[in-house]
């Protein structure tokens, strides 16, 4: 469909809210118009949907919400395309926006859910939950007395961020103290830190968690301070990518580019030949071609493959982990105006340098180490992840698809077998030339 096309049809979808016979006379008319342009096929099926539309605000039992219904149907033609096409409502936008800025009014704290209660994971430093004395494995059961038992972590989280300098209470469980208590923390501008590192050795490791508006300048700082940090006799540098889920396009390119001189960096192509572009490197190598390896995992997607793909084609990197997790297109976020929100739309897949395709294939690594499951998780179904095991997936352009690895990835670094070979690996202390199945075995026995 063409870009003219689809504007068009989703003015027309967005407009059915009308009342009445509007609704047929705006489908039927339009299919009649559609006609002579070829589209028939395509518009004489909004006549169904029309009709459809009308006989639910009709004769339903109870009164629809008219936005609620077209929202649904947008929502619904989206995801029948594939899994990451989808409608993005007012507030779900804003949200997206707010998380690729990577900045927003809050609190500062990593939460997850457990039982049903908020737990906290850490308070992020500097904030105002580490002021306020907030600390790991605190358990959060009411926000200003309002139990959140029942609440999704969303809908949690979605209560404790709000206006800069605006108060709320938490009402905090912790191990060791009788009874529940009350803290006061008052919001502030909470900034997400993509990058984070600290030294090995002489080794400089570097966590890229997502990749957001400042992804690649952070990355530009954390190097910097490593190479200081660590000065002569530095070894290389390890980029952890692991349940890396992905985030801006550019990103992931300006942070491909950071590493390489020269040479293409990803190559992206649409419906159309005209729609093919190339990204390139430009020449400045911001660790002085030091030693680098990537580690990736199941949960390295999107963006962090790029990444990942495009220093394995130049061979700037040796990659190790496990299987990465397949996602090989792309997604553009076409606001709709009128405070419609917007649709993300996959409207391209993209390729390594070389031309692979790594749609429901993944980046395999170069040394593949396993990640040892800890006792109470091996009786456990831990299921592999993917994009090939997704529901209407785009296919992929290899002979083979591959259902990805695991993600899982130990809080204790003793235990953390990958990122101990990769240490291992760059201070070349390695017994023998790794091999895939041993891997593993070898790093745990070392």
Same mark, same amino acid.
């Not at 739309?345 to 390729?351: D, E, G, P, V």
């Given at each position: 469909?063409?870009?003219?096309?689809?504007?068009?049809?989703?003015?027309?979808?967005?407009?059915?809210?009308?009342?009445?016979?509007?609704?047929?006379?705006?489908?039927?008319?339009?299919?009649?118009?559609?006609?002579?342009?070829? &589209? %028939?096929?395509?518009?004489?099926?909004?006549?169904?949907?029309?009709?459809?539309?009308?006989?639910?605000?009709?004769?339903?039992?109870?009164?629809?919400?008219?936005?609620?219904?077209?929202?649904?149907?947008? &929502?619904?033609?989206?995801?029948?395309?594939?899994?990451?096409?989808?409608?993005?409502?007012?507030?779900?936008?804003?949200?997206?926006?707010?998380?690729?800025?990577?900045?927003?009014?809050?609190?500062?704290?990593?939460?997850?859910?457990? +039982?049903?209660?908020?737990?906290?994971?850490?308070?992020?430093?500097?904030?105002?939950?580490?002021?306020?004395?907030?600390?790991?494995?605190?358990?959060?059961?009411?926000?200003?007395?309002?139990?959140?038992?029942?609440?999704?972590?969303?809908?949690?989280?979605?209560?404790?961020?709000?206006?800069?300098?605006?108060?709320?209470?938490?009402?905090?469980?912790? +191990?060791?103290? $009788?009874?529940?208590?009350?803290?006061?923390?008052?919001?502030?501008?909470?900034?997400?830190?993509?990058?984070?590192?600290?030294?090995?050795?002489?080794?400089?490791?570097?966590?890229? %968690?997502?990749?957001?508006?400042?992804?690649?300048?952070?990355?530009? #700082?954390?190097?910097?301070?490593?190479?200081?940090?660590?000065?002569?006799?530095? *070894?290389?540098? /390890?980029?952890?990518?692991?349940?890396?889920?992905?985030?801006?396009?550019?990103?992931?390119?300006?942070?491909?580019?950071?590493?390489?001189?020269?040479?293409?960096?990803?190559?992206?192509?649409?419906? &159309?030949?005209?729609?093919?572009?190339?990204?390139?490197?430009?020449?400045?190598?911001?660790?002085?071609?030091?030693?680098?390896?990537?580690?990736?995992?199941?949960?390295?997607?999107?963006?962090?493959? /790029?990444?990942?793909?495009?220093?394995?084609?130049?061979?700037?990197?040796? /990659?190790?982990?496990?299987?990465?997790?397949? *996602?090989?297109?792309?997604?553009?976020?076409?606001?709709?105006?009128?405070?419609?929100?917007?649709?993300?739309?996959?409207?391209?897949?993209?390729?390594?340098?070389?031309?692979?395709?790594?749609?429901?294939?993944?980046?395999?690594?170069?040394?593949?180490? #396993?990640?040892?499951?800890?006792? $109470?998780?091996?009786?456990?179904?831990?299921?592999?992840?993917?994009?090939?095991?997704?529901?209407?997936?785009?296919?992929? $352009?290899?002979?083979? #698809? #591959?259902?990805?690895?695991?993600?899982?990835?130990?809080?204790?670094?003793?235990?953390?077998?990958?990122?101990?070979?990769?240490?291992?690996?760059?201070?070349?202390?390695?017994?023998?030339?790794?091999?895939?199945?041993?891997?593993?075995?070898?790093?745990?026995?070392?």
């Amino acid at each position: 469909m063409r870009k003219s096309d689809y504007a068009f049809w989703m003015f027309l979808v967005l407009s059915l809210a009308a009342a009445g016979t509007t609704v047929m006379n705006l489908t039927r008319n339009h299919a009649a118009i559609a006609a002579s342009n070829g &589209n %028939s096929d395509i518009y004489r099926q909004l006549d169904l949907f029309g009709d459809v539309l009308e006989r639910v605000r009709s004769q339903y039992v109870e009164k629809p919400d008219d936005k609620k219904l077209i929202e649904s149907a947008v &929502n619904g033609m989206l995801t029948a395309l594939d899994p990451h096409s989808a409608y993005l409502d007012a507030k779900s936008f804003r949200d997206m926006q707010v998380q690729t800025k990577g900045e927003f009014g809050g609190l500062g704290i990593e939460v997850t859910m457990e +039982k049903g209660v908020v737990k906290v994971v850490a308070p992020i430093d500097g904030t105002p939950a580490q002021r306020a004395g907030i600390q790991s494995g605190d358990l959060i059961t009411h926000l200003d007395n309002q139990e959140i038992i029942g609440l999704n972590l969303e809908e949690a989280v979605e209560k404790m961020r709000g206006p800069v300098n605006s108060p709320i209470v938490l009402t905090i469980v912790r +191990k060791g103290v $009788e009874e529940p208590f009350d803290v006061k923390v008052v919001r502030d501008i909470i900034r997400i830190k993509p990058v984070k590192s600290r030294v090995e050795g002489k080794i400089g490791y570097i966590k890229i %968690s997502a990749f957001h508006q400042r992804t690649n300048q952070t990355l530009k #700082e954390e190097v910097a301070k490593l190479k200081k940090q660590i000065g002569p006799g530095l *070894k290389g540098f /390890i980029i952890d990518l692991r349940n890396n889920p992905g985030g801006l396009l550019d990103q992931a390119i300006a942070v491909s580019d950071s590493f390489l001189e020269r040479g293409a960096v990803v190559l992206t192509r649409g419906r &159309n030949a005209e729609e093919t572009e190339r990204a390139n490197a430009k020449p400045g190598d911001i660790t002085d071609r030091a030693k680098l390896v990537v580690l990736v995992n199941g949960g390295s997607a999107s963006a962090s493959e /790029i990444v990942a793909g495009a220093l394995q084609d130049h061979k700037r990197a040796t /990659i190790i982990g496990t299987r990465t997790f397949g *996602k090989g297109s792309v997604q553009t976020i076409i606001p709709l105006g009128n405070n419609n929100g917007a649709i993300r739309l996959t409207t391209a897949r993209y390729y390594t340098p070389s031309g692979r395709s790594i749609q429901a294939l993944g980046i395999k690594p170069d040394i593949v180490v #396993e990640q040892p499951l800890p006792e $109470e998780m091996k009786n456990k179904k831990i299921r592999t992840r993917g994009e090939a095991s997704l529901r209407g997936h785009l296919k992929g $352009e290899a002979e083979k #698809e #591959e259902a990805g690895s695991s993600s899982y990835v130990p809080r204790d670094r003793s235990k953390d077998a990958q990122l101990n070979y990769a240490i291992k690996f760059l201070n070349g202390t390695l017994t023998a030339k790794a091999n895939p199945k041993k891997a593993a075995a070898e790093t745990k026995a070392n």
